[in-house]
Nanobody, 125 residues
């Protein structure tokens, strides 16, 4: 079992930045691919970034490309989501998720087995 804990959410003005962290614990984390998702009220959960365990490959949807950046510190079992130039439409609960698949980039929530509890990001305009 893998446990994921997100942190770093909060209230920020439009144009500002936040860095979210996802700390993993439990069974050995080696080989897991990680995704960051978000879900706004009344909307479906959507992916905002994904990264393979090696960090060699990443994915961003067009809605955040150029503004968000995913990175990882394998030594700390932690994945980060740097969010810049935030917009009001980025307001959502942000979740990190893990999939036991070496080298995979998964873009849908059903492909991930482990989820954190989420952290709220609110961008004021």
């Amino acid at each position: 079992q893998v446990q994921l804990v997100e942190s770093g959410g909060g209230l920020v003005q439009a144009g500002g930045s936040l860095r979210l962290s996802c700390a993993a614990s439990g069974r050995p984390f080696s080989g897991y691919s990680i995704g960051w998702f978000r879900q706004a009220p009344g909307k479906e959960r959507e992916i905002v970034a994904a990264i393979t365990w090696s960090g060699a490959n990443t994915y961003y949807p067009d809605s955040v490309k150029g503004r968000f950046s995913i990175s990882k510190d394998n030594g700390k079992n932690t994945v980060y989501l740097q969010m810049n130039s935030l917009k009001s439409e980025d307001t959502a609960v942000y979740y990190c998720a893990a999939a036991n698949c070496l080298g995979c980039i998964f873009k849908t929530s059903r492909q991930y087995s482990y989820w954190g509890q989420g952290t709220q990001v609110t961008v004021s305009s």
